[in-house]
Nanobody, 121 residues
Framework: QVQLVESGGGLVQAGGSLRLSCAAS????????MGWFRQAPGKEREFVAA???????NYADSVKGRFTISRDNAKNTVYLQMSSLKPEDTAVYYC???????????????WGQGTQVTVSS
């Protein structure tokens, strides 16, 4: 069982940056792949980025070159550094933990409560 708590969301102007954090409970954090997803009003939850246990990463095309996912196993934390933010990045951002790196939300059994990111134009 893993409990996840996101933080770091907020309001930022277009072109700005934010860093999201996701703190995990338990002693098995390093064994999980970790993902970030987002959901805008009226839209389905979509994949943003993920990192494997060995720190290999994958990104959605829409965020490549702007977002960076990383993990610190000593701190049981995964990060999402977001730069060059655009209004279309506005959404609730969720972190998730699962056995493998995948872009499919239903394959992640553990989820945080989400943190709001709003990018103004």
């Amino acid at each position: 069982q893993v409990q996840l708590v996101e933080s770091g969301g907020g309001l930022v102007q277009a072109g700005g940056s934010l860093r999201l954090s996701c703190a995990a409970s338990g002693h098995t954090f390093s064994t999980y792949a970790m993902g970030w997803f987002r959901q805008a009003p009226g839209k389905e939850r979509e994949f943003v980025a993920a990192v494997t246990r060995s720190a290999s990463t994958n990104y959605a095309d829409s965020v490549k070159g702007r977002f960076t996912i990383s993990r610190d196993n000593a701190k049981n934390t995964v990060y999402l550094q977001m730069s060059s933010l655009k209004p279309e990045d506005t959404a609730v951002y969720y972190c998730a933990a699962g056995p493998i790196l995948t872009m499919t939300p239903r394959q992640y059994p553990y989820w945080g409560q989400g943190t709001q990111v709003t990018v103004s134009s």
